[in-house]
């Protein structure tokens, strides 16, 4: 059964991830497109570095010529915001990237795009999954993609330079006036080649590349610049005299960073100071949206600007529907993605790897005083954690949670229910249990005054929910 979760479906290479799932994809984008009378506009059809990407780019592109459909299929290996900013700067209908983002390398998937280069929100995945419920033993028409490019219904497609002209246009000239020198690890991604271009552009007076090439096992390690991952960075990062490390997943959507000491910059403290920075230092007024998984800390930010922090569900699209809404600043979440006012409504690695790099530069003041600087104005000193429960089946505990949900000895102000993740606010903190829309996870999440008390409350919460495991 192919279902789309939050970041689209994603599924076990040969399993569920199979070249007849990719064409059932394919086809139900077809007919719902017939449906809206959008046939004749093209699709963007873009691929990572994974195993069998590019293959399932053509599987796409030979079934969406088969309904007569023309798709522009990136000329090589691309990030996925690329394909949603084609998306939005064409003014497509759809796109869909070849991708499992950050998963493990024998993982992948496909990520669907509408209109404005949103990701498919659930009502149109909810359709999506419905037309391929009645395809699944229907007989799927291709045409092979040599034939369908001599008939102008394939076309190899290349915009990067448009792309990176348009993150470039967001970011200060005053950049270019640097000393800054930068470690970057790729971890056998898709950013390397638009980061190693911008920092050509930006003068960047050292930039050194890790792990830049093609690797479909990205070197057997998981391909996401987890805090354990950046850490590996540290030592390199006081050898070398870097001012800042940083690292992507394999679609170049999300971002992690190391400081000059080669201390991991949290996630939810790249998203606050970028907020601080472009708030105090730009001038930019807005307020700002986060998920229910990310910390208090951009909430405190927002309230020293006389500013609104909104909440909302996990999945980048409501985040950038809650944007659109209230016309914020900046939107972003605890996993290292982000997106800005007017840019590309998706999280962008490469755009926020540039824009931090300006933060830097312009603040003048290493990453680490920054960060400070940022705690200092917030006023912000709780202490977070989380925990990862690997689940035999998501579905025992969420016909659990929907029933259960279990207690704290800490004082519970309120419960919450973010679609099928339940959070528990405090007196001075939150909790979740955030079930996981890709794999088979359960994450524990807590945040509070005291690290003792913060780690109690992931004991509780894990204990209690380990039977699943």
């Not at 994809?25 to 506009?41: P, S």
């Not at 079934?63 to 090589?76: D, F, I, Q």
């Not at 939107?331 to 290292?336: H, K, L, R, V």
Request: with cysteine.
């Amino acid at each position: 059964m192919i279902e789309f979760g939050t970041g689209g479906f994603r599924g076990v290479i040969a399993e569920d991830f199979t070249q007849q799932n990719v064409r059932l994809i394919a086809e139900a984008l077809a007919r719902i497109a017939e449906e809206e009378k959008k046939a004749d506009i093209p699709v963007a059809v873009g691929y990572d570095n994974r195993f069998m990407s590019d293959f399932a780019a053509d599987w796409i592109c030979e079934v969406l010529a088969a309904h007569g459909m023309t798709a522009l299929r990136m000329r090589h290996p691309t990030p996925t915001p690329a394909v949603m900013y084609t998306v939005k700067e064409l003014g497509l209908s759809y796109g869909a990237m070849v991708t499992a983002s950050h998963n493990p390398y024998y993982f992948n998937g496909v990520k669907l795009f509408t209109e404005g280069g949103m990701d498919a929100d659930a009502e149109f995945t909810g359709r999506m999954e419905n037309m391929i419920s009645r395809l699944e033993n229907a007989r799927i028409g291709t045409v092979a993609v040599d034939i369908a490019k001599r008939k102008g219904l394939v076309r190899d497609f290349d915009n990067t330079e448009d792309y990176l002209g348009f993150i470039k246009s967001f970011i200060s000239p005053k950049i270019m006036d640097n000393r800054v020198k930068i470690l970057y690890d790729n971890i056998y991604g898709v950013g390397a080649g638009c980061l190693e271009k911008l920092a050509k552009d930006y003068h960047i007076a050292r930039f050194d590349v890790l792990r830049g090439g093609h690797d479909a096992f990205f070197g057997f390690s998981l391909p996401n610049p987890t805090n354990e991952a950046m850490l590996s960075l540290a030592g390199k990062v006081k050898e070398g005299g870097y001012d800042f490390a940083m690292a992507t997943d394999s679609d170049a959507d999300r971002l992690g960073i190391l400081d000059e000491n080669g201390c991991v910059v949290d996630s939810n403290d790249i998203l606050g100071a970028l907020y601080y920075y472009l708030h105090r230092y730009r001038g930019m007024k807005g307020g700002a949206v986060k998920n229910c998984a990310t910390s208090l800390l951009i909430d405190k930010i927002a309230e020293k600007f006389g500013e609104k922090c909104y909440e909302v569900d996990v999945g980048f699209k409501n985040v950038s529907q809650k944007m659109a809404e209230t016309d914020a600043l900046i939107g972003g979440e605890s996993s290292g993605g982000l997106t800005v006012r007017g840019y590309v409504r998706g999280k962008d690695s490469v755009f926020s790897a540039s824009l931090f790099t300006e933060m830097v530069v312009m603040m003048k003041k290493p990453v680490s005083e920054i960060i400070r600087e940022v705690h200092e104005f917030a006023g912000y000193s709780l202490s977070s954690s989380q925990s990862v429960i690997e689940l035999r089946s998501l579905d025992p505990v969420k016909e659990y949670l929907a029933e259960n949900t279990p207690e704290l000895s800490e004082k519970v102000v309120e419960k919450r229910c973010f679609g099928r993740n339940y959070k528990y606010i405090l007196d001075d903190g939150w909790a979740l249990l955030r079930m996981s829309g890709t794999e088979p996870v359960l994450r524990v999440f807590a945040e509070t005054k005291s690290a003792a008390v913060t780690e109690s409350i992931i004991r509780e919460l894990t204990g209690e929910l380990k039977k699943f495991a």
